[in-house]
């Protein structure tokens, strides 16, 4: 791994470290650390932290020594499927998003503390230029290595030091991001008590901190609802650390450092924070009950709640709202504190309010973007502000775009504001709104129909899913070269009209206002002008019979056979997608197509996020190619 000029101070005495070989020297007390490919070993220091790595990691270093990285996870994520997010796709990874409501504008050094697999580093490796870690675990420190080369992050230097000692310069970094440690801080400092490691402890870290930057802290509520439905929070050696931990525990230390803070709640917690929100924006926590049904919809793809989970939201959603405020500071799952030397914080959120004249908002994650919902005083959204996740640059204003059928092409620049929509993700569930989309998406099309597709055009298409067969080196493929001639065949047999695309048509994009039964769609990133009509009916008909489901493969057999609760209700898309095109679709043929083409994209993602110059050209094992097995039962 290339270096590029990461500072290292002595912890004993605070002079400057000096590279000699291997090591890290000091010419003052004459300490010597190890120092080798970016990793920094402070062995001399009390470091009372015991190993909390699983055998599921020992067991996937061991992999990565008899092959490459990318083979190792993708072996390991058979049995571990859960941490995917984390090791490969992480670009749907949140772990990082609550340092969004204390970011600056500096984005020069960042400080991930607990950094165990190394997810959140990478992640902040696109954002920061220069990422320092600190973790205990040799087994995380080992993999971290693995990793960091692998994927070519050369911002990136892994520390392993006593927190009490750290070896950085006064005023050092802009951001530190501190989750999960600070409830279980003995853990990592045996000398002290609770109370008093935690003030040692939030003193250095003010101490290295600059004037303008942001110490985060995520932790976990003891009381909260995560803990009360889903069981205990993860494993301690201490338990009785968590037990006292509140909501005013917390600040208190803050208060008692001399730190300003601000405390915000997260939902479902901190380190999966689809949600969060300033504790004392009484307007914003107003908004956010107003619409919980609508956001918890959202997380789960449109489906509808249990009883006894509607009862609850509808619960909540009634409350007076006096009782809103300390029931949040009792209940939520955790806690976000962002805590700065001075009074004039400067962050982004700040920014925004300047901006844009609204004081109240909700932060909400997306794959790539964090999305400001902006609030009126009543607590209705109004406005949206977009603010793409990776980018080492602060922008300096807002632009509004303004969504204007069919010209929804997504800005280009970093932070952008749009009105808000009405609406709540679609239920896949309800047959009404199924319909409803799928009228909606016919009306779309007609508005917005262009020339008729040619042959010519189908072989531009092809001609991309063979470079993809070609070069990741699939199995059939001469199955799959066949249906590509006959797809070509069948776009100059019946002649189409080409339209926009938006991409990615199916339920969370795709909004029912139950109030006027409109349809409203957002997030059109993957919009394309001048496109296949066929792509947005596929890609919702996919999603709808198994690709967006618990069981994908057995649901789409299921409704291929024509079997299972919404067989009715495909008959009707079918009918009516039939009608719009004047003829009768072959869906098995144009399901091939389409996931062949969504199979080789998700491809050729994964080898841009793993890249390596050598690395072995092969397909990863995903859905799309066992559904495109499915479907050939059926051809």
Known sequence: ??????????????????????????NNCLCDYEHKNDCTIFKNQNLSYASDSNQSIKELLAEIKDNNFETAVEKFLISNHELSSQLVNTQYDKSVDIIFHGVGNNYLRCLDIKSELGNKAEILSNIFKQVYTIEFDDDYIELQKKRFEERKCQNISITKCDLLKLPFPDNFFDMILCNGVLENITKFIKSYNQSEAQKQFVEELKRVINDDGCIIFGVNNNGGLRTKWQGSHEESTSPEIISNQKFSNYTSVFENSGLKTKSFWALPSYDVPYYSGEINDDIALKGFFRNLSIFIAALRGGRRQGKMREMMLSLFRNLNYPFIKPIV???????????????????????????????????????EKILYLLLNTNGEIEKAVYFKRYGYEMPDKIRFFERKFPNVKTPTERIWIVDWLKGRASNPENEKEVIAVID????????????????????????????????????????????????????????????????????????????????NVIDWEGYSEKGNPYEDFM??????????????????????????????????????????????????????????????????????????????????SRVQSKMLDVLSEYQ
Not at 482 to 502: D, R, S
Request: hydrophobic share 35%; aromatic share 14%; proline share 3%.
């Open 440 to 519: 909606w998406l016919v009306e779309f099309q007609k508005k917005t129909k262009l020339r008729i597709m040619s042959r010519d055009d189908a072989i531009l298409e092809t001609m991309f899913i063979r470079k993809g067969l070609d070069h990741f080196g699939y199995e059939n493929a001469d199955k799959y070269y066949k249906l590509l001639e006959q797809y070509e065949k069948y776009i100059a047999k019946n002649q189409i009209n080409m339209t926009p695309v938006h991409g990615d048509f199916w339920f969370p994009n795709i909004l029912y206002d139950h109030e006027t039964n409109n349809i």
């Open 329 to 367: 500071k009792k209940f939520s799952p955790s806690f976000v504190f962002c805590c700065w030397k001075k009074d004039n914080l400067n962050s982004l959120e700040n920014w925004i309010k300047e901006e844009t004249g609204y004081q109240n908002l909700i932060r909400m994650s997306k794959h």
């Open 1 to 26: 791994m290339k270096s590029i000029n990461f500072e290292y101070n002595c912890p004993e005495c605070k002079e400057k470290l000096l590279p000699v070989e291997n090591k890290l020297h000091c």
């Open 539 to 620: 890609w919702f008909l996919c999603n709808f019979m198994g690709l967006s489901s618990a069981n994908p493969i057995l649901k789409f057999r299921e409704c291929l056979a024509g079997h299972g609760e919404i067989s009715r209700t495909i008959e009707q898309i079918k009918n009516r997608i039939d009608s719009h095109f004047g003829f009768k679709l072959d869906y098995s043929l144009l399901f091939s197509i389409h996931l062949m083409k969504w199979m080789i994209i998700q491809d050729q993602i994964e080898e841009k996020n793993s890249s390596k110059e050598n690395k072995p050209k092969k397909a990863h």
